[in-house]
């Protein structure tokens, strides 16, 4: 696996009820008719499953964005990662900026919302490598598949 940092070593997969062994590999698929590549992986799942953290930190961003719907961002306690939930229905109970959570912490519900397509119910989760000063959304993209699938990230 690679060594991107200690605190994204072991990932709790963020979809309530969904083995790593379900997981496929969707980083790099074509997106927008071939226009960009995915930066993360697709997690399908029924309609209000719930979504749960993958990793501790802080929320530090909840967004509403065009491609990403209804979207969540959460910051390593050191700063140094930032991971990316999107499309999802809605936001779980108490979910709030600024609110700690640990791997497992309730976060929202799987959706359908930004460019995810009508009943396409799936969560996007997304890792973005950081450095303590940038922003939420100004991060590395890195290949979160091999983090929760304790795989290799080659297809």
Do not use: C, M
Not at 15 to 43: C, F, K, N, P, Y
Not at 117 to 132: E, R
């Amino acid at each position: 696996l690679p060594v991107i940092a200690p605190e994204a070593a072991e990932l709790t997969v963020p979809v309530a009820g969904v083995a790593r062994s379900q997981l496929e590999q969707t980083w790099g698929d074509a997106r927008g008719g071939g226009t960009r590549a995915h930066h993360g992986i697709d997690i399908i799942a029924p309609q209000g499953t719930p979504v749960v953290a993958a990793a501790p930190g802080t929320v530090e961003k909840l967004f509403q964005s065009e491609a990403g719907g209804t979207t969540l961002y959460v910051r390593s306690p050191q700063r140094r990662i930032v991971y990316y939930y999107a499309h999802l229905a809605g936001y779980a109970p108490g979910v709030r900026e600024g609110l700690a959570v640990r791997a497992g912490d309730p976060l929202g519900y799987v959706g359908d919302t930004g460019n995810a397509g009508a009943g396409n119910y799936h969560l996007h989760f997304g890792v973005a490598l950081t450095t303590p000063a940038q922003r939420w959304h100004e991060g590395t993209d890195i290949d979160p598949y091999p983090l929760l699938a304790g795989k290799s990230a080659t297809r």
